[in-house]
Every structure is written in C-alpha cells, then in structure tokens.
C-alpha cells in the first residue's frame, strides 16, 4: 500500500504498524509513532492497521546533551 | 509608556537614541504566555546597559519594556554542558536576570570539543563553578545560582518553582522525563533539547496548553538500548545550533514574541542540514498532562542509559 513515512512517499507491503517497523527493521523500543497525527500506543503497534493514504512519522529518542 | 524610566537618563546621546525608539516600540501591551513576567517595578537602565542592549532595544517587538522584562526573568539550566553552554552564553549576553544552573559533574577534556563554557584551565573543576565565571565575564548584570548536585525527584519542583522557564540540557532519559514532569506539575515552561551523532532535537512544553514529553514519548527506553553522546558520539557544533535554538526560544517566551515551538517537535540534521518538523498535539492518553493523569508526582527511573555499558562508562562524561 502507498504509505507517506517521515514525509517521504512509500510502498510497502504491510498491515500493521508494527509491520513497517519489522520491514524496516527498527526496534520498537526505540521510536515513538505517529499515525495521521495521533501517536500510536506502543502495545498496540501490531494491532493498528494501515490503509492506503495514511501518514506515518517515526520520532527516535534522542537522549544527549550534554 | 514604554521606556519610560529609560527617558529619565539624562545623558544626551541615549536620549536621542531612545526618542526615535518610542515612535515605533508599540508592541509590549499583548498578553503574556509568561503571566508572571509582566513588567515590575521601575523601569531604569544605566547609561552602559542602554548601549549594551541598544541592538535589542531597537526591534519593535523588544523595546525598553521587553528589555526590562529579560533583565526580571528567571531562567533554570539543567546541565551545564553541550547545550547548557550556548544557551547559558546567549541568555546571559542577552540580559536575563537571573540564570539559575545545575550540574553535578566536573569538566573533562573530553567536554571541551563542545561544551564552550569551559575551557581548557578547567579541566578538573566543578562545571557550574566554571559556568558561572564565564557568564559573569560576558554579562555582570546576570544574577547567576549554581547548584552542584543532581536534580532528583526529592529537590526538582523546589528548584524550578523559583524560576519562569526551564531549559532542558541533560544528556539522559531518566533526567528528562524528571525535568518535563517536573515542568508540568510546578507549570512551568520547558525547552526540551537532545543531541546524538548529526542529530539534534528542540520541542518547548507549556504545561497544560501544548503536547509536553511524555504525551510523545511515554516512558524512557529500557536502559542501555539508545546509545548516549558518551557512546555514539557527537558533533560538537550540533549542540550549540540546538542550544542557541533553545535559548532563542526561552526568549520569545519571555518576551511573548511569535509562535514558539509547541506542537511541533524541530528535528535537526547535520548531515543534510535539513530540519524536520513533526507536527503533534497533547495526548489523551498522556500519564501526565492527560485528563485521567496516573502521573501525580516524580519518578526517579533507575538506571541510566550509560550505566548498562561498563565499556562505554570508563570513557569520560557527557
Ligand atoms: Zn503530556
């Protein structure tokens, strides 16, 4: 399905959210999600579906600064 | 009236200098997002600090009056170190008031290639100590309150009651997530920074009207898993552009210019020198600052990222 992730356009063959971060091989305790402009509940990564169109943006924990 | 008390001086050349300001400086009666951060008090400048911040004065949107605000405000440093540099510098060179700094940690060599408060005679010395002489040296007038230790659930909410924005310059999770509820629970704004590799991060909280941390990210990551600075490296120059966007931000929020970055967390790249930014709203869901909050008073989460590594720990802080 045509996906838009970080602002990019994409085609992935995917169902889940947790399918792109497996396809993309990000761990999942490493980003937060957002789906459309809601964030995604860490637990419910493999149980919230995608359909054509939707708008992903993965936000990695950036810790340092000192 | 704005500037005022800066009339009454009575040397000539301020004088002309600020009659031309106040046909144009018109801009200081909105609402503040800062409500404690209206004007007090009297307004007087000396003679030296007119011109020290005539450039300031000049905008519209600052003036004599927002001037004065900066010189009333109170700003809280967490971490005296990449990004508490710069925004220590840039606050301290733009006049606020008071800079309130804490860090527990002395300088190391290692610090040097981008922690610019502290030079190469510190090594060794207490960072906040050494901050606090560089700040002094560029701006006398900046009331500086250091505090070597390291902010814990047991001193954080008394620290930031204190101040009127806080500034997020830590370097782990654990302190993070601390700061942001602490912001939230004493209503305080915040700016959030994080810096790693070519890589960096802003995003401002003011609690109970935008998105704060934990409404994007709920719970910090398991220990050890995302690497730190002192791991993975960092560009140094990448936290003095996310620590001089901090400070600019701190600024507009004092002085209640523009729209400041709430809602939208700034992610910045070096390596294409690109900046992203990710729209997000407050989360109903949010532990925090949502409507069912299970979040009531700070955590003190263990471990550091750091402390899983042995291997990475022996080489220098921060
Ligand atoms: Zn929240």
Known sequence: MQLTINGKPETLEVSTVLDVLKTKDIDPQLVAVELNTQMVDQEQLGTTSLKDGDKLEFLFFMGGGA | ?318
């Open chain 2, 1 to 318: 009236m704005l500037c005022k008390g800066l009339l009454e001086n009575d040397s000539p050349g301020p004088i002309i200098f600020l009659i031309k300001l106040t046909s144009f400086s018109s801009d200081c009666e909105d609402e503040p997002i800062l409500s404690t951060l209206k004007v007090r008090g009297h307004m007087s400048f000396t003679e030296d600090q007119i011109t020290r911040y005539s450039r300031h004065i000049l905008l519209p949107e600052v003036g004599g009056k927002g001037q004065k605000k900066l010189s009333q405000a109170k700003v809280f440093i967490v971490g005296a170190g990449g990004l508490g540099s710069p925004v220590a510098y840039y606050l301290a060179a733009a006049g606020i008031g008071t800079i309130g700094l804490i860090d527990s940690d002395v300088v190391d060599l290692s610090n040097l290639q981008r922690q610019i408060l502290h030079h190469t005679p510190d090594v060794g010395r207490s960072k906040v100590v050494s901050a606090k002489e560089k700040i002094q040296a560029i701006n006398p007038d900046v009331q500086v309150n250091i505090h070597e230790e390291r902010m814990t659930s047991r001193n954080a909410q008394e620290l930031l009651s204190q101040y009127d924005v806080v500034i997020d310059g830590v370097d782990n999770f654990p302190a993070k997530f601390l700061i942001n509820d602490a912001c939230f629970l004493e209503n305080k704004p915040l700016v959030h920074g994080g810096i790693l590799r070519f890589e960096g991060r802003v995003f401002t909280i003011i609690p109970n009207q935008s998105a704060c941390y934990r409404c994007v990210f709920k719970n910090p990551p398991p220990a050890g898993v995302v690497p730190t600075c002192q791991e993975a490296g960092i560009i140094g120059v990448v936290a003095g552009l996310i620590g001089t966007i901090q400070a600019t931000e701190a600024i507009k929020l004092i002085l209640n210019i523009g729209t400041p970055l709430t809602n939208r967390i700034l992610d910045f790249d070096a390596r294409t020198t690109a900046f992203r930014e990710i729209r997000v709203k407050r989360n109903p869901t949010c532990a925090l600052c949502g409507p069912n909050p299970s979040l009531t008073e700070l955590i003190d989460y263990e471990q550091e990222a750091c402390q899983l590594q042995p291997s990475a720990t022996t080489l220098t802080n921060g």
